[in-house]
């Protein structure tokens, strides 16, 4: 069955530097993925999403690459700040989904921590 | 523009006891989905409708069922509370099916 992974261990870096979160997944090839964000009691806020034919995707200081052949997408932060802590959740539409589904498969999310 | 609204915020519930959630949705999305989410299980679908049809189910016991009006507003609705039960309620809406925008959740307390 489909699988998605993402890095359990909390990610902690210092202030102004590039943050890096992995999410890999296996048994499938979905038609996109999807990054975002939580914070603490709160719902997931969109950031991003990646087709499957796009390599890589910015959005300001966020950068998204998605490898179909390492099963793996990056997700960059840039100059990151301590605005920026959350947790990063990674998303695929279900195995033998064309997309235009609100049925996604999360993965359990890093938790990144900014210190300044 | 509105986000997608979920009431109520918080409620705690007595074991046994049944439970509806209710959303609204971005204006104009006709798509609505449901999600659960626990530490220990992480986000996990509940179901999806479209246009007042229940158009995707997640892997839940039949205690949990939903619905969707024709506003494009749904309700879930949990039966026969149990202690697992407790968890965050998440609605989403989206437009294409491809991008989904969460509430904020209802959190939901068994007791």
């Known amino acids: 069955s489909q699988k998605i992974e993402q890095n359990s261990e909390a990610l902690n870096i210092q202030e102004g530097k590039t943050a890096t979160l992995t999410c890999n997944y296996t048994?499938?090839?979905?038609?996109?993925l999807q990054w975002y964000r939580q914070d603490p009691g709160r719902g997931p806020v969109f950031l991003l999403l990646i087709r499957e034919n796009e390599k890589e995707k910015r959005k300001e200081r966020l950068k998204v690459t998605f490898d179909t052949t390492l099963k793996q997408s990056l997700f960059h932060i840039t100059a990151s700040q301590p605005a920026d802590s959350a947790t990063y959740l990674c998303?695929?539409?279900?195995?033998?989904?064309?997309?235009?589904?609100?049925?996604?498969?999360f993965g359990q999310g890093t938790t990144l921590q900014v210190k300044p | 523009k509105a986000g997608v609204t979920q009431t109520p915020r918080y409620l705690i519930k007595t074991r046994g006891q049944q439970v509806t959630l209710s959303c609204s949705p971005i204006?104009?999305?006709?798509?609505v989905s449901w999600y659960q989410q626990t530490p220990g299980q992480g986000l996990q679908f509940l179901f999806e409708y479209f246009s007042e049809t229940q158009r995707n189910k997640g892997n839940f016991p039949g205690r949990f069922s939903g619905r969707q009006f024709s506003n494009s507003r749904s309700e879930m609705n949990v039966s026969t509370l149990e202690l697992g039960d407790s968890a965050l309620y998440l609605c989403?809406?989206?437009?294409?099916?491809?991008?989904?925008?969460f509430g904020e959740g209802s959190w939901l307390t068994v007791v």
């Open positions: 048994n499938y090839s979905p038609a996109y």
């Open positions: 204006s104009g999305h006709r798509s």
């Open positions: 989403a809406s989206s437009l294409r099916g491809d991008t989904i925008y």
């Open positions: 998303a695929l539409p279900p195995s033998g989904s064309s997309g235009n589904t609100g049925k996604l498969i």
